[in-house]
Each structure stands twice: as C-alpha cells, then as structure tokens.
C-alpha cells in the first residue's frame, strides 16, 4: 500500500522521490539565506553601536585621568628694562653693541617706541630664549660692550644646553617611555621652546604620551609602544628649521637613526597621515595627538588669525558650484554649507562634503579637525485662502 502511495504521489507531482528532495531543500536554503542576511544586517548594526559606545568610553575614560591646565604661555620675545635710557646702552656707540649682539646671536633686535621693553625677532625659538636670557643678565649686569656680550651669550647658550637636556630626560621619566637615546633626549627638550596656538609643545608631547598609553590599556595594545609613539610624535618639530619636510617623516628619520623600533618609528610617521598606520598603536598616538590638541582650552589664536580662517573656510565653500551659502559656526570647528537642491542631487551632496574638506586640508592651517555638513533640502509652500 505504502509503494502504491507512493507510486501515486509521483504521478501527481509529476517528479520522483530525489526531484522532490532537491526543491525542498532549495527552498529551505534560500529561506534559510533570508534569515541569515536579516540576522547579519542586525548583528552589524548592533556591533557598530557597541564599538561607538565602546570608543566614546574608552576616549572619555582617557581625558578624565588626565589632568591638565589650560594655555598659559606663548612665545615671549621681549625683554623688559629699567628704564628708557637702557636702550641707548643696548644700541651702544655708532650701533656697536646691538650689531654684536645680533651678530653673537642670530637674531633681530627691534628697538621701537614701546616702553621700557625690546623686542626679540627670531624664526628659532632656542636663539629667542638664549638672546632673551643674555640680555637680561647684560641688562641686570649694566656692563654692555662687545666682549662682555659674548661672554654672557656664551653662558646662556650653557645654560640653555643643560635646560633642554634636564627637560628632555624629565619629559621621558613623566611620560614613562625608557630605554630612549639621549640625543632623542635632547630633541624633546627642544620643545619645552616651541609652541602651537600657544600650546606649549613638549606639554603636549607628555601629555600625548599619557592619553596613548591609557587607550592602549583599554584596548589591550602595547602600553611602551603607544607611550614611546604619543612622546616621540612631534619629534620632528625640534629641527624642522634646519630639514626641509613634513614633521611627521622627518621625526621618524632621527627616531630610525638613534634604533627606535620600527613600530615606533611608524607611529612618528602616520600621525598625519603621510603614511599609512601598521599597528594599532599607531592609530591609537595619532587619536591621542588629536584629543591632546582639540580639547578645550589646548589651544589659542589671535583674533585676527581667528577671523582670517573663519572667513577663508566660507569662502572656501562658496567657491563650490551649486552652493547658495556657507556658515561656519561652533568657533570654526564645523562649518554648514546650504545648496541648491535643483542643482545638486543627494550622492552630489556626498562628493561636495568630501570635496571640501580635501580643499580645506590642502589650503588652511588649523587645530583639530574641522566638520563639513552638506545641507540639501527641499520645502514646498503653499498658502490656504
């Protein structure tokens, strides 16, 4: 009875037991993919909301072990006298003594009508600081004539020496990256010189080193590694004035000359993008590197240098076909850019963002990172009578 069933439920399907086999588990395979891609789609976006919030925490958590002042300093490059009459001693007979000081020095001495102070020319802030210190010891002293300013030039220079060394070494002990040459040393205490938008550059190369190596904690990668790159990272910096480059590739050259190790020396080069990260750690010094110059108060600007980039960034994106207005807001941080949606179609509107901003990093100078939001919209209006 069973073989005539079956012999019957053949004839009416018009396929035999094996045919019938085969479409059902096509169809159960193609249910099966269904599900499979909606199950996929859902554990994607689960796990991207999950790596947000992850790094938001992990970020979070790196600032608020960091405890850092705001700006406080900037490039000084006057020196304060006693009196007005001082200057005419600085300047000497027929110019005598100002002509060695420059000469001693390196750099330019302005002597205006501001009060009781001159002022220090110099693109190299050692020569600033140097020229500053010597002239306030001649000014202490009152003793100004050839041979005694090169006498305290020399001292200062001493001293400088042992101040950038004493730094360099502190820096490496506060950061707690070990086993760095000692003319990598040197170069870092070169920073306790320099500034950018007033922050102050070895401040910020610690403070890199510590925000590194407390994302790395909680992203189980290699503390040294992350601590040595966030030190390191604006190496480059100290002799940019005496190398032609980028800081980035120039700072990995003199880490890979004194034996930093090559991940390390990777971490120096990809901080802006000059070349591509090999290592987690990497990523990790370059978001540390922004973290330590985007936060609030890291940094400062003039008025003016403020104004200037905030009017270059609109006319930057008014420079664009399809565009009707350009808004920078949150203090040059983001700017929005309104077009025409006759003009420019959504994917548009997704290639002018990227155009943008590519224009903005090939031509502006600025901390942190700028947001470019492409508004598209379209309103329709009618009135009831």
């Known amino acids: 009875m069973e073989e005539e069933w079956l012999a019957e439920l053949q004839r009416v399907a018009g396929m035999n037991q094996e045919e019938a086999q085969q479409v059902l588990l096509a169809r159960v395979e193609q249910e099966t993919r269904k599900e499979m891609a909606r199950k996929v789609r859902e554990v994607e976006a689960e796990a991207m909301e999950e790596a947000d919030r992850r790094a938001r925490e992990v970020v979070t958590l790196a600032l608020e072990r960091i405890a850092s002042d705001h700006v406080s300093e900037f490039a000084v490059s006057s020196v304060d006298l006693p009196s007005d009459e001082m200057k005419g001693r600085i300047i000497g007979r027929q110019g005598r003594n100002i002509r060695a000081i420059e000469q001693a020095l390196g750099v330019d001495l302005v002597v205006d009508d501001t009060p009781e102070a001159i002022i220090i020319s110099s693109y190299d802030p050692i020569r600033r600081e140097v020229a500053r210190m010597a002239l306030s010891k001649l000014v202490a002293d009152g003793r100004i004539h050839p041979a005694r300013i090169e006498k305290e030039v020399e001292k200062a220079q001493q001293e400088?020496?042992?101040?950038?060394?004493?730094?360099?070494?502190?820096?490496?002990?506060?950061?707690?990256?070990?086993?760095?040459?000692?003319?990598?040393?040197?170069?870092?205490?070169?920073?306790?010189?320099?500034?950018?938008?007033?922050?102050?550059?070895?401040?910020?190369?610690?403070?890199?080193?510590?925000?590194?190596?407390?994302?790395?904690?909680?992203?189980?990668?290699?503390?040294?590694?992350?601590?040595?790159?966030?030190?390191?990272?604006?190496?480059?910096?100290?002799?940019?004035?005496?190398?032609?480059?980028?800081?980035?590739?120039?700072?990995?050259?003199?880490?890979?000359?004194?034996?930093?190790?090559?991940?390390?020396?990777?971490?120096?080069?990809?901080?802006?993008?000059?070349?591509?990260?090999?290592?987690?750690?990497?990523?990790?010094?370059?978001?540390?590197?922004?973290?330590?110059?985007?936060?609030?108060?890291?940094?400062?600007?003039?008025?003016?240098?403020?104004?200037?980039?905030?009017?270059e960034l609109e006319e930057i994106g008014n420079s664009f076909k399809g565009v009707s207005q350009t808004y920078a807001i949150q203090a040059g941080r983001e700017i929005r850019v309104l077009v025409r949606p006759e003009d420019v179609d959504d994917l548009a509107a997704i290639q002018l963002s990227r155009d943008i901003a590519k224009r903005i990093e090939d031509n502006l100078q600025y901390p942190g990172q700028i947001r470019v939001t492409v508004v598209r919209e379209t309103r329709a209006v009618e009135y009831a009578k």
């Open 160 to 311: 400088i020496e042992r101040i950038v060394m004493e730094s360099g070494e502190q820096a490496t002990i506060e950061a707690g990256a070990s086993g760095i040459h000692r003319e990598i040393q040197k170069l870092i205490g070169r920073l306790k010189f320099r500034t950018s938008y007033g922050q102050n550059q070895l401040q910020h190369a610690v403070e890199t080193a510590k925000l590194a190596g407390l994302i790395a904690a909680e992203l189980h990668a290699n503390v040294k590694v992350a601590k040595m790159g966030g030190l390191l990272h604006d190496v480059g910096k100290a002799v940019t004035h005496e190398i032609d480059g980028p800081h980035a590739i120039v700072g990995a050259e003199i880490a890979k000359r004194y034996g930093v190790p090559d991940v390390v020396v990777n971490c120096i080069a990809s901080h802006h993008g000059e070349v591509e990260p090999e290592s987690i750690e990497a990523v990790i010094v370059a978001a540390a590197d922004a973290i330590s110059g985007a936060r609030p108060g890291a940094r400062r600007e003039s008025l003016e240098t403020y104004i200037k980039r905030v009017t």
